[in-house]
């Protein structure tokens, strides 16, 4: 059973700064995909350079997550969330272009990405992270670790998404990673194939459920 960690919304100083600590304390490599308007706060971009510098991936999860691709038909809104994101990742972005599109409560459906959406993606060679395994630490705090722990053993590969967010859900991921050592549990930073719809801008996998039409 292999589990991947990814955690979302960030960075935010002090809760970033806790789960890199965290992660170090148990030799685990995860991947951070950024709102990336954080990063013009220094304390928070300061926390995303260590989080590069530990070996951690860093990705982009949009600009300002206010707006799902799939739900406008402004044709300026892929460079806006997509490029202006990536330009302010700059060179923390690791390994190539990962992106995570917001996915409104972690639901894969047709407002994900949008047609003008997937071309920016591929033209400029994005690599899409889905997900497959989403415990909502967001809003069930003090509920996620127990749910996702019973999750990440229904399927071979789990790809979980948090989020380094002040809600006090990461206070718990000691607990988590206790957890997931005694299921046995290999902890990975590579994605299973069917969290990766577009490799460098290529498809992969079918995403005509993802696209709005």
Known sequence: MKVTLTFDNGPTAPVTSQVLDTLQRYGVRATFFLV???????ENRAAAERAAAEGHWIGNHTL?????????????LPE????????????????????????GGGILD?????????TYLQRNAHTCVLWNCVP????????????????????????????DLPTGAMDHLPRFLDGLRELGADIVQDFPHSC??????????????????
Not at 196 to 213: E, F, I, K, N, S
Request: aromatic share 6%; charged share 25%; glycine share 8%.
């Open 110 to 118: 047709g407002k994900l990405l949008s047609p003008a959406g997937l």
């Open 36 to 42: 990336a308007q954080n990063l013009r706060q220094p």
């Open 64 to 76: 300002t997550h206010t707006v799902q691709l799939g739900d406008s038909d402004d044709p300026r």
């Open 80 to 103: 806006r969330e997509i490029g202006e994101a990536q330009e302010l990742i700059g060179d923390l972005a690791s390994p190539g272009r990962l992106f995570r599109p917001y996915g």
């Open 136 to 163: 909502h630490d967001w809003d069930q705090p003090d509920q996620w670790v127990d749910r996702c722990l019973q999750d990440v053993t229904t399927r071979e590969w789990s790809l979980v998404v948090l989020h």
């Open 196 to 213: 990766v719809p577009l490799q460098a801008g290529r498809l992969t996998l079918p995403v005509d459920h993802l696209l709005t039409r």
